[in-house]
């Protein structure tokens, strides 16, 4: 049975830098990293020590909490460095690639036969556990667990995120078998895979897309042209078209096995799979659910296919700072420089690099590695300068307010060049009701958050902490007028009760 | 300007941690922030954020208040000529009143907001907060809900009264119970009754000459039937003698500063709503609930002031203009949306209620709200504990099943 949802609290945020529907393979990284810090909640145990042979698919390092769950080398090559910081705090864990890309061999894995409890443990035993995060807390899964029911959105809504359509469609047959793995582990036997009825596409103004026209002739259409071009004209009807295509979520979802379909419709955050579970099947207490992202379900079934642990990603470089929004196949842990080879546009600011989206991202410095789990790099302005009288004009066309405070809602398609300016000091909790408007679950945010700053754990569980997680409540941190730093506190919080009910 | 940047940017390290003049650091940072957004980044979490703040929300409320007290100077300057005789009223311009309500009316904002801050700095700098905006609108909000003759000194005392004991023992912005305009009103209004109250205090400087009426407000009016009403025709005189819907939609009568006119409020009602900064549901649930209680007092009609038509009962008095501006006050409001209907609903009931049943309150909506204010999180209580029974309620029955 599928249940459609229509949501209508929430927002989109149009942001410059929109990737071209372009995959170019990214040149190969001289090093590759591992942070724990990608990994929330982890203790890292290293394996290996400095200068370590190791494969594509060796461990290199074990959660002390779980020593089940292992990380394993992306390629192959020896440790170069395991990098410190303070109270001999583990960074990140440098591997230097020899360029051979020679992987362990687990064995190809057929699912037909496999017992749940043994494919769990070839995944662990492999280092593809981290790829499975449960709710509530926003955590690696524990292998122990059976999971009410396994959750994957099949589409992001954040602000410049990759089209996820266009991604997998690349690699429909390792996503397959990702998905039927997923699905021996779920209680129910299968995997809930929510959809978009409709997606909101946007293009590059550089976007150039082909197009068949009625004669089955094929065109190349440059987006800008199309667009203003006269309405009767070709150029529309083949704009038209290729909306239509790209907002139609792919048959490799639609016509999915091992899955019950769910649609979903409405502004950011519906994407998000914390929202979706609320909707479909919330989180009580003492309840699992786990979730994967999409293209990590790939991964997997790359794995399940091949033997082998050689994790490759698509990802989108977007932000307004990009010369050429696109998108890159990278290996996990590849050096950020690798796909910023198209170069940066001359600006006065500096640019902010951020690894993921500028919601929920981590800014990183140029040199440093894209993230594990990122499947987009943003790349926008900093806003390190003083603004004269910046808090009381009413037309600042370059900025972006929810409220109709400043006259950006005059232009609701206009697509922005955001800085990083907090645009204000933080300050007390004042005006309610903006929150609201944002998380289109049943919660009280505002309450759940000042819940979250008394540290009141019984409270906390009668609002529904176990059903959030930071990235639901992003918008909230976006549009505060008070500025403050809802993700940090809603994780934080997180993290005390389930240190205090684990 | 490069000059004022490099003012601020060389200033900046004496009053930082170690500067000479760390103590100031919260009236610099008052001042340059006033003056700059500051270069403050996001470091984590969401790295772009909305152009909104709190200044810039606070002074959309100053803006939505404007309005109100341009209104206000032309409505006190009108009000003095039209009680001093015909002839002084045809021989002053527009400008003579605009002139003649300023000098009453400025030095009321100015004592209000230099009472109001000095107090704020005060406690930031002993307390060590940085300065916030709320005072902003604060101290627009107090000489607009006053009499025009209020003496200065007391608006400079019930100012002080109302930071200290209203706002900063409960912690500062955004953490009071009582909002802290009406503390300032309901303070004078039981310390100083005589200059806060009757029939002379709406007019600034009323004649001896003048008709023994001239200088009552429609709320005296309708109250005063209470005394007389035994006798039929006089109620009939003070009756015919009110002001007319229309007279109460304009405002041009007498009353509080900022709080006759119908037509200005609304202006400032429609900046609120539009920008979103003023609850919908707090004007909507609390005009409902206005009329209702109008309403009911109308079938009941034991007396003349219960059979005024609901219109004419929201139009009169301080009723808009509390509703608008003053119950919805984030922080002394209910906070959950559910709230907010209920909260604003009984503003409007017992703003009536009061005004009708004990006429020496003419003005029911100050005592409507603080009451509601003080109530506020009772009701917040409710909502927020049958939002943890919806998800007890869903966790049984997915358990039974």
Same mark, same amino acid.
């Given at each position: 049975?599928?249940?459609?949802?229509?949501?209508?609290?929430?927002?989109?945020?149009?942001?410059?830098?929109?990737?071209?529907?372009?995959?170019?393979?990214?040149?190969?990284?001289?090093?590759?990293?591992?942070?724990?810090?990608?990994?929330?909640?982890?203790? &890292?145990?290293?394996?290996?020590?400095?200068?370590?042979?190791?494969?594509?698919?060796?461990?290199?390092?074990?959660?002390?909490?779980?020593?089940?769950?292992?990380?394993?080398?992306?390629?192959?090559?020896?440790?170069?460095?395991?990098?410190?910081?303070?109270?001999?705090?583990?960074?990140?864990?440098?591997?230097?690639?020899?360029?051979?890309?020679?992987?362990?061999?687990?064995?190809?894995?057929?699912?037909?036969?496999?017992?749940?409890?043994?494919?769990?443990?070839?995944?662990?035993?492999?280092?593809?556990?981290?790829?499975?995060?449960?709710?509530?807390?926003?955590?690696?899964?524990?292998?122990?667990?059976?999971?009410?029911?396994?959750?994957?959105?099949?589409?992001?809504?954040?602000?410049?995120?990759?089209?996820?359509?266009?991604?997998?469609?690349?690699?429909?047959?390792?996503?397959?078998?990702?998905?039927?793995?997923?699905?021996?582990?779920?209680?129910?036997?299968?995997?809930?895979?929510?959809?978009?009825?409709?997606?909101?596409?946007?293009?590059?103004?550089?976007?150039?897309?082909?197009?068949?026209?009625?004669?089955?002739?094929?065109?190349?259409?440059?987006?800008?042209?199309?667009?203003?071009?006269?309405?009767?004209?070709? @150029?529309? /009807?083949?704009?038209?078209?290729?909306?239509?295509?790209?907002?139609?979520?792919?048959?490799? !979802?639609?016509? #999915?096995?091992?899955?019950?379909?769910?649609?979903?419709?409405?502004?950011?955050?519906?994407?998000?799979?914390?929202?979706?579970?609320?909707?479909?099947?919330?989180?009580?207490?003492?309840?699992?659910?786990?979730?994967?992202?999409?293209?990590?379900?790939?991964?997997?079934?790359?794995?399940?296919?091949? @033997?082998?642990?050689?994790?490759?990603?698509? =990802?989108?470089?977007?932000?307004?700072?990009?010369?050429?929004?696109?998108?890159?196949?990278?290996?996990?842990?590849?050096?950020?420089?690798?796909?910023?080879?198209? @170069?940066?546009?001359?600006?006065?600011?500096?640019?902010?690099?951020?690894?993921?989206?500028?919601?929920?991202?981590?800014?990183?410095?140029?040199?440093?590695?894209?993230? !594990?789990?990122?499947?987009?790099?943003?790349?926008?302005?900093?806003?390190?300068?003083?603004?004269?009288?910046?808090?009381?004009?009413?037309?600042?066309?370059?900025?972006?307010?929810?409220?109709?405070? =400043?006259?950006?809602?005059?232009?609701?398609?206009?697509?922005?060049?955001?800085?990083?300016?907090?645009?204000?000091?933080?300050?007390?909790?004042?005006?309610?009701?903006?929150?609201?408007?944002?998380?289109?679950?049943?919660?009280?945010?505002?309450?759940?958050?000042?819940?979250?700053?008394?540290?009141?754990?019984?409270?906390?569980?009668?609002?529904?902490?176990?059903?959030?997680?930071?990235?639901?409540?992003?918008?909230?941190?976006?549009?505060?007028?008070?500025?403050?730093?809802?993700?940090?506190?809603?994780?934080?919080?997180?993290?005390?009760?389930?240190?205090?009910?684990? | 300007?490069?000059? =004022?940047?490099?003012?601020?940017?060389?200033?900046?390290?004496?009053?930082?941690?170690?500067?000479?003049?760390?103590?100031?650091?919260?009236?610099?940072?008052?001042?340059?922030?006033?003056?700059?957004?500051?270069?403050?980044?996001?470091?984590?979490?969401?790295?772009?954020?909305?152009?909104?703040?709190?200044?810039?929300?606070?002074?959309?409320?100053?803006?939505?208040?404007?309005?109100?007290?341009? !209104?206000?100077?032309?409505?006190?300057?009108?009000?003095?000529?039209?009680?001093?005789?015909?002839?002084?009223?045809?021989?002053?311009?527009?400008?003579?009143?605009?002139?003649?309500?300023?000098?009453?009316?400025?030095?009321?904002?100015?004592?209000?907001?230099?009472?109001?801050?000095?107090?704020?700095?005060?406690?930031?700098?002993?307390?060590?907060?940085?300065?916030?905006?709320?005072?902003?609108?604060?101290?627009?909000?107090?000489?607009?809900?006053? &009499?025009?003759?209020? &003496?200065?000194?007391?608006?400079?005392?019930?100012?002080?009264?109302?930071?200290?004991?209203?706002?900063?023992?409960?912690?500062?912005?955004?953490?009071?119970?009582?909002?802290?305009?009406?503390?300032?009103?309901?303070?004078?209004?039981?310390?100083?009754?005589?200059?806060?109250?009757?029939?002379?205090?709406?007019? #600034?400087?009323?004649?001896?000459?003048?008709?023994?009426?001239?200088?009552?407000?429609?709320?005296?009016?309708?109250?005063?039937?209470?005394?007389?009403?035994?006798?039929?025709?006089?109620?009939?005189?003070?009756?015919?003698?009110?002001?007319?819907?229309?007279?109460?939609?304009?405002?041009?009568?007498?009353?509080?500063?900022?709080?006759?006119?119908?037509?200005?409020?609304?202006?400032?009602?429609?900046?609120?709503?539009?920008?979103?900064?003023?609850?919908?549901?707090?004007?909507?649930?609390?005009?409902?609930?206005?009329?209702?209680?109008?309403?009911?007092?109308?079938?009941?009609?034991?007396?003349?002031?219960?059979?005024?038509?609901?219109?004419?009962?929201?139009?009169?008095?301080?009723?808009?203009?509390?509703?608008?501006?003053?119950? /919805?006050?984030?922080?002394?409001?209910?906070?959950?949306?559910?709230?907010?209907?209920?909260?604003?609903?009984?503003?409007?009931?017992?703003?009536?209620?009061?005004?009708?049943?004990?006429?020496?309150?003419?003005?029911?909506?100050?005592?409507?709200?603080?009451?509601?204010?003080?109530?506020?999180?009772?009701?917040?209580?409710?909502?927020?504990?049958?939002?943890?029974?919806?998800?007890?309620?869903?966790?049984?029955?997915?358990?039974?099943?």
């Amino acid at each position: 049975m599928s249940i459609h949802v229509k949501l209508n609290k929430g927002a989109n945020i149009k942001l410059v830098g929109v990737p071209n529907r372009i995959t170019n393979v990214a040149p190969d990284s001289e090093f590759y990293a591992l942070k724990p810090s990608d990994f929330h909640g982890v203790t &890292p145990k290293l394996l290996l020590k400095d200068g370590a042979r190791v494969e594509a698919g060796t461990p290199v390092f074990f959660d002390k909490q779980d020593e089940r769950v292992v990380w394993s080398s992306p390629v192959s090559g020896e440790i170069e460095e395991v990098v410190r910081g303070d109270r001999r705090k583990i960074l990140a864990i440098k591997i230097k690639s020899d360029n051979q890309f020679t992987a362990v061999d687990y064995g190809v894995t057929d699912l037909s036969s496999i017992e749940s409890e043994e494919l769990k443990k070839k995944l662990y035993t492999a280092g593809l556990w981290p790829f499975i995060k449960q709710r509530p807390f926003d955590v690696i899964a524990n292998p122990s667990d059976q999971p009410k029911a396994i959750f994957v959105s099949s589409f992001d809504t954040a602000p410049l995120a990759p089209d996820y359509d266009y991604i997998l469609e690349q690699k429909s047959a390792d996503f397959k078998t990702g998905l039927k793995a997923l699905a021996k582990l779920s209680k129910t036997g299968k995997v809930n895979l929510n959809l978009p009825i409709l997606k909101d596409v946007s293009f590059n103004e550089t976007e150039v897309f082909s197009y068949e026209d009625a004669s089955g002739k094929s065109h190349s259409v440059n987006f800008h042209t199309a667009n203003n071009s006269p309405v009767s004209s070709q @150029g529309k /009807t083949a704009l038209n078209a290729v909306i239509k295509k790209y907002s139609t979520p792919s048959e490799l !979802f639609t016509k #999915s096995d091992d899955v019950a379909l769910n649609t979903f419709e409405g502004p950011h955050p519906v994407g998000n799979v914390g929202v979706q579970i609320h909707h479909i099947n919330p989180i009580n207490a003492n309840e699992v659910v786990w979730t994967v992202n999409v293209q990590d379900v790939a991964i997997i079934g790359s794995f399940i296919n091949s @033997g082998k642990y050689t994790p490759k990603r698509t =990802l989108a470089l977007t932000g307004s700072e990009v010369k050429i929004p696109q998108y890159y196949e990278i290996r996990l842990g590849a050096e950020l420089k690798t796909v910023l080879g198209g @170069g940066l546009k001359d600006a006065e600011e500096n640019p902010r690099f951020i690894s993921g989206n500028v919601l929920t991202g981590v800014k990183i410095a140029e040199n440093d590695y894209i993230g !594990f789990y990122h499947n987009q790099i943003t790349v926008i302005p900093e806003g390190d300068k003083m603004e004269l009288f910046g808090w009381a004009l009413p037309v600042q066309p370059e900025k972006l307010s929810f409220s109709r405070t =400043l006259w950006s809602w005059l232009v609701p398609n206009k697509k922005y060049r955001l800085n990083t300016n907090l645009n204000g000091e933080e300050r007390p909790f004042v005006v309610t009701g903006q929150y609201e408007l944002l998380v289109p679950m049943n919660v009280l945010p505002v309450q759940l958050i000042k819940a979250c700053m008394i540290q009141d754990i019984e409270l906390l569980e009668g609002l529904g902490i176990y059903e959030v997680v930071p990235e639901d409540f992003a918008l909230c941190e976006f549009s505060c007028s008070s500025k403050i730093p809802v993700q940090t506190i809603l994780r934080e919080a997180l993290d005390l009760v389930k240190k205090e009910c684990a | 300007m490069k000059f =004022l940047e490099n003012l601020v940017e060389n200033l900046e390290p004496k009053f930082e941690k170690g500067g000479k003049l760390e103590k100031w650091f919260p009236v610099f940072d008052a001042f340059a922030t006033f003056l700059y957004v500051p270069s403050h980044t996001t470091h984590n979490g969401v790295h772009v954020r909305d152009a909104v703040d709190l200044k810039r929300t606070m002074n959309t409320v100053v803006q939505a208040l404007i309005p109100c007290l341009l !209104f206000g100077i032309w409505n006190t300057g009108y009000q003095h000529y039209r009680v001093s005789g015909e002839d002084a009223l045809h021989a002053a311009t527009f400008l003579d009143m605009i002139l003649f309500g300023a000098i009453r009316v400025l030095p009321l904002v100015i004592v209000s907001y230099v009472a109001g801050l000095a107090t704020e700095f005060a406690f930031c700098i002993v307390k060590k907060h940085t300065i916030n905006e709320g005072f902003l609108v604060t101290g627009m909000l107090i000489p607009l809900c006053l &009499p025009i003759d209020v &003496p200065l000194w007391m608006v400079a005392v019930a100012t002080v009264f109302s930071v200290v004991f209203a706002k900063e023992v409960f912690g500062g912005t955004g953490m009071n119970i009582l909002n802290p305009a009406l503390t300032v009103r309901a303070f004078l209004f039981f310390a100083y009754p005589t200059w806060m109250s009757g029939d002379k205090v709406w007019i #600034s400087e009323i004649p001896a000459t003048a008709d023994a009426t001239a200088g009552v407000t429609q709320l005296g009016k309708w109250a005063s039937t209470i005394d007389v009403k035994a006798d039929v025709s006089k109620v009939n005189e003070i009756m015919e003698s009110t002001f007319s819907t229309l007279d109460l939609f304009l405002g041009i009568i007498p009353g509080s500063v900022g709080e006759t006119s119908v037509l200005v409020i609304l202006i400032g009602a429609g900046l609120l709503l539009h920008t979103g900064i003023g609850s919908w549901k707090i004007m909507l649930s609390g005009l409902i609930g206005g009329l209702s209680m109008s309403a009911i007092f109308n079938v009941a009609g034991a007396n003349p002031f219960m059979s005024v038509s609901p219109i004419d009962q929201v139009f009169a008095g301080g009723f808009m203009f509390g509703l608008v501006f003053m119950s /919805t006050d984030p922080v002394s409001a209910s906070q959950t949306e559910v709230g907010k209907i209920i909260y604003g609903f009984f503003i409007g009931i017992f703003a009536i209620m009061i005004r009708v049943f004990n006429p020496a309150y003419p003005e029911g909506i100050m005592l409507s709200i603080l009451f509601m204010n003080v109530m506020a999180p009772l009701i917040d209580h409710y909502v927020i504990a049958s939002n943890i029974n919806q998800r007890l309620g869903r966790a049984k029955i997915h358990a039974s099943h």
